[in-house]
């Protein structure tokens, strides 16, 4: 049931989305086990705060990402949806520095991953990156997204991603 809740929340959000963009991410956990992610985004169009420094905007995110096998438990695939706000840096120049930052929600194929107990496969999704967008719309960056139940289920071990991350825009 959760899984169908989630993936009805993630096509109505998409109605007012215009443009997609691809996106992947290799990075570690803080246990050193892989991850691997491939994403998809829809960008909101929209600019908010605009200043002389920059302005706000966004994109909705949805991902799915394979874990590394750790010493307590196999390989493990979590699939997450999740708003992401992007503060956009004005410059003089075709690359813009950005910071982004998003909460959202996870659901994983287990409840072990790595050496972590997360307690229920269901998880909340926060993030933080930073990273630069070049003239053709694609971005580069660096990111950790960190998953734990909020303690809705013991234990609440949570797990942190640590990634270096593509988007490439269409």
């Known amino acids: 049931m959760k899984k169908y809740m989630l993936a009805a929340l993630v096509f109505c959000s998409l109605g007012n989305a215009h443009a997609a963009d691809i996106s992947g991410a290799l990075g570690t956990t803080g246990q050193s086990e892989f991850t691997g992610r491939i994403g998809l985004g829809f960008d909101w169009h929209k600019h908010w705060l605009q200043s002389e420094s920059g302005h706000l905007t966004g994109y909705w995110d949805t991902g799915l990402t394979h874990w590394g096998a ?22 003089a120049g075709p690359v813009v520095p950005f910071i982004e930052a998003g909460v959202g929600v996870a659901l994983f194929s287990g409840t072990r991953v790595g050496a972590k107990n997360l307690g229920s496969s ?49």
């Open 70 to 91: 750790g010493k307590q438990a196999s390989s493990r695939t979590s699939l997450s949806f999740a708003p992401v706000f992007v503060y956009e840096f004005t410059t």
């Open 122 to 170: 269901f998880n909340f999704e926060d993030r933080l990156g930073v990273g630069l967008r070049f003239a053709n719309q694609d971005r580069v960056g660096l990111r950790v997204i960190h998953y734990s139940n909020a303690g809705i289920k013991e234990p609440n071990d949570g797990i942190e991603s640590y990634s270096l991350f593509y988007r490439h825009a269409f």
